[in-house]
T-cell receptor
Framework: DVKVTQSSRYLVKRTGEKVFLECVQDMDHENMFWYRQDPGLGLRLIYFSYDVKMKEKGDIPEGYSVSREKKERFSLILESASTNQTSMYLC??????????FGQGTRLTVV | AQRVTQPEKLLSVFKGAPVELKCNYSYSGSPELFWYVQYSRQRLQLLLRHISRESIKGFTADLNKGETSFHLKKPFAQEEDSAMYYCARLPAGGYNKLIFGAGTRLAVHP
C-alpha cells in the first residue's frame, strides 16, 4: 500500500514562528510536491523537487522554502509564519509523469 | 504560463441526472491531463488520466485538443459522487511540474 505521510494533521503556530512541515514517502518516488489548498483557489503549487537536493519554485513560493536531503523526505519551511499562511498544506509524490499520491494534509493555523 | 481552468466552483444536480465537469487548459503541445477527486475527509486521489482511456466509477473524460478541453462526464450521477473534483496537467515533454485547477464541488442531491 503506497504511503505519503505528513508529520502533523493539525498545527497552531504564532505569527513570526519558524514552522516545519514534514512529508515522507515510502515509494522511492523521484518527484515530491508541496501544495496549499484554499477554498475557491484549488491546489496551488508552492515548491516541487525532482531529485535529492533539487528543487523548483511553484506558483506561490514567497514566504516558503524547502529541503530535500533524502529521497523519501521533503520538508516545507515557513521562515516567519504569517496569518495569511493559514491553510491546508498537501504533500504529494510521484514517479516520472505518473499518478501523484497525496498525504492526508496538515491544517496550519497561524495566530 | 501553463494553466488549468475549471469555470464552475459548484455543480449541483439530482441523483440520476447527467454530470459534466468542465476543464480547459492553456495550449502547450500535448500535455498529460488528469482528474483527481477528494471525498469528504479523505485524501486527494487519482480518478482517471487521459492516456488510459478508462471509465472509472462510471466517469469518462475525453481530451479535445481543438478546444483544449478535458471535461469529465457521467451519464447518471449518484449521491456517492459528491466530492471535490480537480483537473490537473503535466506539461508536454519530460517536465514533471503537476498543476491543478481551482476545483469544482459536485453536490448530488437525492
Amino acid at each position: 500500500d503506497v504511503k505519503v505521510t505528513q508529520s502533523s494533521r493539525y498545527l497552531v503556530k504564532r505569527t513570526g514562528e519558524k514552522v516545519f512541515l514534514e512529508c515522507v514517502q515510502d515509494m522511492d518516488h523521484e518527484n515530491m510536491f508541496w501544495y496549499r489548498q484554499d477554498p475557491g483557489l484549488g491546489l496551488r503549487l508552492i515548491y516541487f523537487s525532482y531529485d535529492v537536493k533539487m528543487k523548483e519554485k511553484g506558483d506561490i513560493p514567497e514566504g516558503y522554502s524547502v529541503s530535500r536531503e533524502k529521497k523519501e523526505r521533503f520538508s516545507l519551511i515557513l521562515e516567519s509564519a504569517s496569518t495569511n499562511q493559514t491553510s491546508m498544506y498537501l504533500c504529494a509524490s510521484s514517479k516520472a509523469r505518473q499518478e501523484a499520491f497525496f498525504g492526508q494534509g496538515t491544517r496550519l493555523t497561524v495566530v | 504560463a501553463q494553466r488549468v481552468t475549471q469555470p464552475e466552483k459548484l455543480l449541483s444536480v439530482f441523483k440520476g441526472a447527467p454530470v459534466e465537469l468542465k476543464c480547459n487548459y492553456s495550449y502547450s503541445g500535448s500535455p498529460e491531463l488528469f482528474w483527481y477527486v477528494q471525498y469528504s475527509r479523505q485524501r486527494l486521489q487519482l480518478l482517471l488520466r487521459h492516456i488510459s482511456r478508462e471509465s472509472i466509477k462510471g466517469f469518462t473524460a475525453d481530451l479535445n485538443k481543438g478546444e483544449t478541453s478535458f471535461h469529465l462526464k457521467k451519464p447518471f450521477a449518484q449521491e456517492e459522487d459528491s466530492a471535490m473534483y480537480y483537473c490537473a496537467r503535466l506539461p508536454a515533454g519530460g517536465y514533471n511540474k503537476l498543476i491543478f485547477g481551482a476545483g469544482t464541488r459536485l453536490a448530488v442531491h437525492p
